[in-house]
Nanobody, 111 residues
Framework: QAHLVESGGGLVQPGGSLRLSCAAS????????ISWYRQAPGKEREWVAY???????KYADSVKDRFTISRDNAKNTVYLQMNNLKPEDTAVYYC?????WGQGTQVTVSS
């Protein structure tokens, strides 16, 4: 059965950094585009970034130049490096491919 498991969330001060991980199992990881989404309290889920099977990346304007998505195909894992975090980045972060979603990891940016 296909699974995605996120980790790495936590509480960080504004301007700080976190690295999220998304570990995949049960499907052919290398052939899939993997995306990160986030959902803040009271808001709809929004797309953050994706990385294709060939390593091409794209970012939402709100995170461009602050977040970096990468993948390690040997570890079946996608990462989201988040720098210069802002309070508005507070959300549950999810990874996704096709119809598969992880359970999410909470990121809270607060002083």
């Amino acid at each position: 059965q296909a699974h995605l498991v996120e980790s790495g969330g936590g509480l960080v001060q504004p301007g700080g950094s976190l690295r999220l991980s998304c570990a995949a199992s049960g499907f052919t990881f290398t052939g899939n585009t993997i995306s990160w989404y986030r959902q803040a309290p009271g808001k709809e889920r929004e797309w953050v970034a994706y990385i294709s099977s060939a390593g091409r990346t794209k970012y939402a304007d709100s995170v461009k130049d602050r977040f970096t998505i990468s993948r390690d195909n040997a570890k079946n894992t996608v990462y989201l490096q988040m720098n210069n975090l802002k309070p508005e980045d507070t959300a549950v972060y999810y990874c996704n491919t096709q119809l598969i979603w992880g359970q999410g990891t909470q990121v809270t940016v607060s002083s």
